[in-house]
Structure formats: structure tokens, C-alpha cells
């Protein structure tokens, strides 16, 4: 094989780029497909699939760009998209379906959607690039389709929102995860759909019908949720990301995304993340823009809504007007006027980002000019080639009705938003400041901002991603490092800051309110300091765990337990363990806050689909190094664990700071000198082993010590404590003279 090859074979072979997921979505790029199916009447046979409800799937196999995997599994997706009597459907394709841990790039599901109801062939693209700059959102492109070397069509090539999804997104996957979409969607006047209504009883098994689990677990945290929407609102904060629904709401009302919630009812996921909130997922925006306008959402537009409407549609819908069947997540959130100004905030950032600046028809027309050639190919496209080229700013005729253009609605839309109550008169916050910049762990943190025209300010922060923000009041009233009083400068004092602070404002008055940043909570500011060596300590390791304690899975596991001896929280964000210390960064913690003087306990399996706090690495039952950086690979801690007898761990005693020993294990405990294991050899009782600077020795008899030459170190007779700070470290023996016998001993 000839060099060159080899060396190009193996660059992009072990490009990790190339072969990511996020490359694999990548927007500027058209993906080829190729299926096979393994029999002849495929398509009669998933049209009988899907005519009967059975999630079963047709075997084929498939090419993605070139790579061949067989024994793959595809049905179809959708609902309103799909028909028995159309050519192009579309598709859900899942590679692992008979070879487990198959997948292309780390996907193993693809997603084609089949651009129903969408003459410009954008509506899904662009507005999914639009979501991702205000919430979690999957990502999404075109790929040409071909089944058994026929050209089916151009698709939309669309990131599940799966596992891997939720842990990219929230650093967790296995918490309740619903797909809310009823089995049957009712689409007559009062149909309920997955609304969140309490209407169908006090019992979890009452909703199972209207919401897809899709977790082990879940269905009591829903109807928590359920029972305090419809009935202690004012307490959902606690169950309910408010912020990700206000913003999934304000991109539905903005874009006159119907098919959602603000309609049926239907086309979003809810996880529960580890903070025990529930956040919403946006999916299946095929028909954003105002292409579905059949809807429920009120008393006065069932039976669907024209063009001109949806250019002026109110976006407090829900808190003015009576729908035909409870929508209690916009209704119950509405119901308070500082929820109603973030939402308002939300929007009029949206529509200044995207569609005052016509950003968004820019996006448009570089879509279009990607899939053109592709899309005069498409024989099984649902419109022409004509109505393609015109619909991204005119309407266009569908069987069921006009479909706008997307600039003619959008334009008007824009103009209208733009002049509604609560859109503009919003205070202006500048100069947002952080004291001290140069910050230590414990130091008390201001932080300030100048504030014009603010009835009310508040400071929203957290210890770390993924952790929940705290608010707290801002005040001009010069005693928060604010300078003087009543000046126009407001600030907060966070007590005993963390190492990693995020956090954003939110200011309002009696016309509108604003964050800063605009993005926020999805974007933020950000402050760090560097923890010092000590600061986080490696406390306790276990690599033979045989019976001591389990993880989640009832596996006994190895296991390190890393302890805060410090006087304020500290966020594990940029932090990495390894046991290789050529590679630093070997596995990279998840945003975990360990409180002051408390512990996080890492599981060294290898697995990590158990969880996030389940390492990428193993421990060495023969001892190994472990060390903990930051991404500056500064050392926070550093050890050598040694040889481990079963159930017994090797820790630091005094707890926190001491030397290392050999431990009756205390597992996210204190584990001080009364635990640790005292060697006993016949009349000899020995401890600490390993030890460090002190060595106690217990006998009534002479003993000897020597080195791994057999030199004579010390002899002693009933000796309680020696002092070994000039012994070299390494092996030691302990000999009983009387007895010829001898105990090995290790200094560290």
C-alpha cells in the first residue's frame, strides 16, 4: 500500500471532525442516502405498518455517503406528512436495529422528513437554525435521497432528539423524557391532545394515551407537573423551566408555528433535567411560517385562519381569548405580568435578530440556492419547480389552501410585533460589571450594571452549566459596590462564590422588560477563577469493590471520591480526571456543584451510558496514578493509589488532608483514622500502610526494619510511633525476631 495513501487513510480516518455528529448535520452540506430494501413490495408493506399503528420496521440496507451498514431498520415517521397514497413519505431509519451499536458518525437514527406542506423547501432548516440561538434545538439539513438506486427526493435530514441529544444539551440522559404527541390526534373542537390539562383525572395512568414515554420512568413526575400547572401555578417554577417554555412559545407565536403547542397541542418533548425541571423541546417545524393554520388554539380562529391573521396574529392569544379546549402552559404562565414581559422580551428579540434586519430572507435565499439543482431533480416533490422558486416571498396555491410566502408574512409580521403593547419602552442596561475580576474561592462577588429607566432589576446566577439560576434583587441604593445611591448604577453581592459563576439580568418597568444578555438564559456572562492545588482533593479510591457499595445498575464498581475542604461551593465545570498521565485530559467531569466540606463520588467503570458521573476510564486493581486538572492542565490533586485488598479502599486520613491509607471504606463520608486498617502480624500491630512521615509500630517484642537490600533501617523494642521523614520511599520490611517472620510495609 503506498505511503501516501496509508498516511491520507489515517487522517481522515481518525479526523474527528469529519466524522462527528454535528458534521453530519452540517447545514452547508447536501447528505446522499442510498436504501435497500431486501424486498420487492417494500412500500406495501410500511404502508401496512402504518395503516395498523405497529412501530415494526422493513430491513434494508443503506449507504450514507459512501458507508455501507446493513440489517437496518425503516418505517415511516409523521402524521399529517404521511399517506398510503403519496410516493414520497417520510422516513425514520434506525442503524442499530439488528446490530447493536451500529451507527454513522455516532447517529443511529435518521430522521428524513419529506418537506410536506412547504413549497420553498426551507421552513424546517431555517427556523431549526433560528431556535438554536435561543434554546436546546436540533440541528438540521437536506439529503438526497435514493431507494434501490432510484432517486426519491430531496429530504430533510433532521437530529433525533434522543439520548444523546438530552446529554449534550443537559450533561444528563436518564431522567423522565416524554415526546409529547397523542397516540390519536383529535382534531375536533375541544380536542385536548398532549395540552398538559388535568381534565383526564388524578391518576398518571389516566394520561398515558396523550404523551409518548420515553424513558424507563416518568409518568408521576408528569402528572406533578399536570397537577401544578392547573393548580399551584404559582409554584411551577419548581417543576418547570420557565424561561425554555417562555422562549419555545415566543418562537411559536413569532413564526406562526401552529402545528405546536399553541395548536394541537402537539410536536414537543418535555425532559425532566437533574435540577427536577421539566424543559421543553421544539420538534417537527415543517410547517413554521404560517403553512399550518388549521388550529384550536381559539374560540374565534377554529376552523383555521387566513394570511392577513397570521401576519397580525395577537401573541398573547391564550391570556385575551377563550380557546376551544385548556392550553394551561401558556394560559397559567400568562396569568403573571412579569412572565408576560420576558415572553414579550423573547420575541422582540427574535424578531430584531432575524426578521427586522432581513437576516432571516438572506438565510432563505442561500437555502435555496444550495438545494436548487436537487430540488428540480425531486419527480416525487409535492409542488413545482415554479412554486419552489416563488414561495420563499410569494404565496403559493396547495390543495388545502394558500401557503404564504415566507417574506410576505414575516415582513408584515415583523412591523406588527414590532408596534404591539410591551414591545418597546423597556429599560437599557449597559456596563455590566463583575469585582473583583482576579477572584478567589470565597471571595464575596458584586456585580453591577447601569440601569436606565428600571422599575424593578434582578440578578439571575448559578455555581455551573446545567445547575439551576438563583435570583436575587438589585439595588441602587450604594451599599452593593452601586456607587451612590439613587445614580443609575444597580448591584448584587453574591456571598461565598463558587470558582465558576454564570449569570444575566432582567430589568423591567411599567411598559416592557429586558435581559442582558438578550439571549439569556441560553446565553449568559461567565467568570471563572482557578482552583489552587487543594482546594479539590482526591479523597478516596476503591478499585476492588466487591461488596462495599453499588452504583445505579447494582454493579459493585471501582470508584473515587473527591471531597470540597473548603468554605464555599465549588463547580466541577473544566475540570478532568485521568489515569494517564500523558493525557490530562481523559475524561472531562460534568457540571456538578459540590457543596462546601462535601463530596461527589466518580464511577471509574468505563460506562459511561450509566450516567454522567461514570468515568471513561477503569482503576487498576494493581495501583495506578490519578490526577485532577483544569483545561489549563493545572494539577488540582495528583496521587499514586496502591494495591488494594478486597474491600478496602486507600484514603486520605485526617479526612480531606492527610496522608493516604488503607481505609474500611466510608463511601461520600468522612473517613478520619478511626477507620483506616491497622496491619496486624502476630504480636505486631502496624499503621498507617502505606505511611508517609510517621510510622506507628505496636509490639511487645524486638523488631527490626530494613530496606528493600536487606539493610538494617532501625531496631526497636515496644516502640509506639517513629518518625520516618528522612526514610526514602519505597518497600520497608518489619521483622519479628523472635518469630522469623516479617510484614512489608510502603512509604509514600
Known amino acids: ?106 447517529v443511529d437514527k435518521l430522521k428524513l422528513s419529506n418537506v410536506y406542506q412547504d413549497p420553498s423547501f426551507v421552513r424546517e432548516v431555517l427556523t431549526y437554525e433560528i431556535a438554536a440561538n435561543y434554546m436546546p434545538s436540533v440541528k438540521a439539513n437536506y439529503a438526497n435521497v435514493f431507494i434501490n438506486d432510484t432517486l426519491w427526493g430531496l429530504y430533510t435530514n433532521i437530529q433525533p432528539v434522543n439520548k444523546d441529544f438530552l446529554n449534550d444539551y443537559f450533561g444528563d440522559k436518564h431522567n423522565s423524557f416524554f415526546k409529547c404527541n397523542p397516540e390519536n390526534l383529535d382534531v375536533s373542537p375541544g380536542g385536548e391532545n398532549s395540552n398538559l390539562s388535568n381534565s383526564h383525572g388524578s391518576d398518571s395512568l389516566d394520561y398515558q394515551s396523550y404523551y ?134 423573547h420575541i422582540r428579540t427574535i424578531v430584531k435578530e432575524n426578521f427586522s434586519n432581513q437576516h432571516y430572507y438572506y438565510r432563505g435565499q442561500y437555502f435555496q440556492t444550495l438545494i436548487d439543482t436537487s430540488v428540480q431533480n425531486d419527480t416525487n416533490k409535492f409542488y413545482s419547480y415554479s412554486d419552489f422558486t416563488n414561495n420563499l416571498t410569494n404565496q403559493v396555491s396547495l390543495v388545502a389552501g394558500d401557503c404564504p410566502g415566507i417574506t410576505q408574512l414575516m415582513n408584515e409580521r415583523a412591523i406588527y410585533l414590532s408596534t404591539y403593547t410591551g414591545f418597546s419602552g423597556e429599560p437599557v442596561v449597559s456596563n455590566v460589571s463583575f469585582s473583583p475580576q482576579n477572584f478567589s474561592l470565597g471571595d464575596d462577588i458584586f456585580i453591577t450594571a447601569n440601569i436606565v429607566d428600571a422599575t424593578n432589576a434582578i440578578l439571575s446566577y448559578r455555581y455551573g452549566n446545567n445547575m439551576p439560576f438563583k435570583q436575587i434583587v438589585m439595588l441602587d441604593d450604594g451599599n452593593n459596590n452601586d456607587g451612590n445611591a439613587n445614580d443609575g448604577v444597580y448591584g448584587a453581592k453574591i456571598l461565598n462564590s463558587s470558582n465558576y459563576i454564570d449569570y444575566y439580568l432582567y430589568a423591567d418597568n411599567d411598559s416592557a422588560g429586558v435581559f442582558s444578555p438578550v439571549r439569556a438564559a441560553y446565553e449568559f456572562y461567565n467568570n471563572k477563577s482557578s482552583l489552587q492545588n487543594g482546594d479539590l482533593v482526591i479523597n478516596e479510591v476503591m478499585s476492588n469493590n466487591v461488596s462495599v457499595v453499588t452504583d445505579a445498575s447494582a454493579k459493585f464498581e471501582d470508584w473515587i471520591e473527591l471531597y470540597n475542604p473548603t468554605n464555599s461551593p465549588i463547580s466541577t465545570c473544566g475540570l478532568f480526571l485521568t489515569d494517564t498521565l500523558e493525557l490530562l485530559h481523559k475524561w472531562e467531569l460534568p457540571s456538578h456543584l459540590i457543596p462546601a466540606g462535601g463530596y461527589a463520588i466518580i464511577w471509574a467503570d468505563e460506562d459511561g451510558g450509566q450516567g454522567e458521573m461514570h ?76 505511611f508517609t512521615d510517621v510510622l506507628y509500630l505496636e509490639s511487645q517484642e524486638n523488631i527490626q526494619v530494613r530496606d528493600v537490600l536487606g539493610k538494617l533501617i532501625c531496631e526497636f523494642e515496644a516502640v509506639k510511633k517513629i518518625q520516618t521523614s528522612d526514610w526514602e520511599a519505597g518497600f520497608y520490611f518489619i521483622n519479628l525476631k523472635s518469630k522469623n517472620q516479617t510484614l512489608k510495609v510502603i512509604k509514600i
Do not use: C
Open 212 to 345: 409518548d414515554l420515553k424513558s424507563d420512568y416518568g409518568w408521576r413526575d408528569l402528572y406533578n407537573l399536570i397537577d401544578t400547572l392547573n393548580n399551584y401555578s404559582g409554584s411551577l417554577d419548581l417543576l418547570l423551566d420557565i424561561d425554555r417554555t417562555l422562549w419555545m412559545h415566543s418562537l411559536n407565536y413569532t413564526l406562526v408555528n401552529f402545528d405546536s403547542y399553541i395548536g394541537y397541542s402537539q410536536n414537543y418533548y418535555l425532559y425532566k433535567t437533574k435540577n427536577n425541571q421539566f424543559s421543553p423541546i421544539l420538534w417537527d417545524l415543517n410547517m413554521s411560517f404560517g403553512s399550518f393554520r388549521l388550529t384550536d388554539a381559539s374560540s374565534i380562529y377554529f376552523g383555521g385562519f387566513d394570511i392577513l391573521q397570521s401576519q397580525n396574529m395577537d401573541p398573547l392569544l391564550h391570556s385575551t381569548q377563550i380557546s376551544v379546549s385548556p392550553r394551561p402552559l401558556l394560559r397559567n404562565l400568562f396569568l403573571s405580568e412579569r412572565h408576560r414581559k420576558m415572553y414579550l422580551a
Open 615 to 690: 468515568a471513561n476510564f477503569q482503576l487498576s486493581n494493581f495501583g495506578e496514578p490519578l490526577t485532577l486538572t483544569n483545561l489549563d492542565s493545572l494539577v488540582i490533586d495528583s496521587i499514586i493509589y496502591l494495591p488494594q485488598s478486597d474491600d478496602i479502599s486507600f484514603g486520605r486520613s485526617p479526612n480531606g488532608s492527610g496522608p493516604f491509607t488503607m481505609l474500611s471504606p466510608t463511601f461520600s463520608a468522612n473517613n478520619d483514622l478511626p477507620n483506616s486498617i491497622k496491619e496486624t502480624f502476630n504480636k505486631i500491630m502496624i499503621f498507617p500502610n502505606p
Open 1 to 106: 500500500m503506498n505511503k501516501f495513501f496509508i498516511l491520507v487513510f489515517f487522517a481522515l480516518f481518525f479526523n474527528s471532525d469529519l466524522f462527528s455528529e454535528d458534521n453530519f448535520y452540517d447545514i452547508d452540506t447536501i447528505r446522499e442516502i442510498r436504501i435497500y430494501f431486501y424486498e420487492s413490495d417494500w412500500d406495501n408493506n410500511l404502508d401496512s405498518l402504518y395503516i395498523i399503528g405497529q412501530n415494526d420496521r422493513v430491513l434494508a440496507d443503506i449507504i450514507i455517503d459512501g458507508q455501507f451498514y446493513d440489517s437496518v431498520g425503516v418505517r415511516y415517521k409523521g402524521f399529517s406528512s404521511v399517506s398510503v397514497n403519496r410516493v414520497k413519505n417520510p422516513f425514520n431509519i434506525k442503524l442499530d436495529y439488528i446490530i447493536d451499536g451500529q451507527d454513522h458518525r455516532g
